[in-house]
């Protein structure tokens, strides 16, 4: 490696460090481009059901989502987890990270969340949610993936409609209520539910073992809640991401159109530094 690489290496390691800080986070925040935003509007886990509450404004009527988080089932546990309150947490333009080094506790995987927000034209907006697990085991990981969200399309809640669309390549839905509309893709999920709201939630928090059925569409008039499931193995060492985008009065893009680094770049960043570190001393 040139010295000119391993100098902007280490400034990458140096940014890195200073932005994300250095113990459990528990703040909130929020990414924006021009005009349209998401954000965490409470702490992580903090909200009954251990979801997170959410804001994506911007775009259409008033604020589309209530919220959206993350779930995780190991095979041999009982029920699912939601990620916790992540170890680090970055918030810059329109590009977000949070960070776990251990999300379950038992020494098996390590994950990153990146969301990228866009304002896609007047009036539209695209999010994109990349969840990174990585296998830190001694074996190999078979893991199930949970992306929850309850949607309150138009800024309200009773009037969401929604339907399966035919998708090769993901599972897609488009939710609309009135003039708003909100198409959702999981790319490469194995089974999606929709339930109204609290059903769905107080499965995945219950205690014991949800598998999604492929359920609850056409949807509405009603409160839509939905989720993707994701079912996998990844062997030692190994990683997988885990996909999706929501639409606000917008169409899908293309996978592709998320700026958000591919995990190769992530881990040869880690994987950099720690070389660099060697070499020098609602509802109620």
Do not use: K
């Not at 329109?94 to 038992?106: E, I, K, M, P």
């Not at 030692?236 to 998320?258: I, M």
């Amino acid at each position: 490696m040139t010295s000119t690489a391993i100098n902007r290496l280490f400034a990458a390691c140096v940014f890195s460090t200073f932005v994300l800080g250095a113990g459990p986070a528990v703040a909130i925040g929020t990414i924006n481009d021009g005009a349209v935003t998401f954000g965490y509007t409470n702490d992580f886990n903090t909200s009954p059901g251990n979801t997170v509450d959410t804001q994506f404004i911007g775009a259409a009527t008033g604020d589309l989502t209530w919220e959206s988080w993350w779930f995780f089932r190991v095979l041999g546990d009982g029920q699912e987890f939601a990620f916790a309150a992540p170890d680090t947490e970055s918030y810059s333009g329109a590009v977000a990270r949070l960070d776990w080094a251990d999300a379950g506790g038992s020494g098996l995987f390590e994950s990153f969340l990146r969301a990228e927000v866009m304002d896609t034209g007047f009036g539209m907006g695209n999010l994109f949610q990349n969840l990174t697990i990585i296998n830190t085991g001694a074996s190999a990981l078979t893991i199930d993936v949970f992306h929850y969200t309850d949607l309150d399309v138009g800024n309200s809640f009773g009037a969401d409609n929604a339907v399966l669309v035919a998708n090769p390549d993901a599972l897609e839905i488009s939710v609309i209520d009135g003039a708003d509309s909100a198409p959702i893709i999981a790319y490469g999920a194995d089974n999606y539910r929709v339930t109204p709201w609290n059903t769905l939630l107080d499965d995945l928090t219950d205690g014991a073992i949800t598998d999604l059925d492929d359920s609850g569409l056409p949807f509405g008039p009603g409160d839509y809640t939905g989720a993707f499931q994701w079912s996998t193995t990844i062997g030692v060492g190994g990683s997988e991401d885990f996909v999706t985008q929501f639409g606000s009065n917008a169409p899908l893009l293309v996978r592709s159109a998320s700026a958000v680094p591919e995990p190769g770049t992530a881990l040869l960043l880690g994987l950099g530094c720690m070389a660099l570190t060697r070499r020098a001393p609602r509802r109620g």
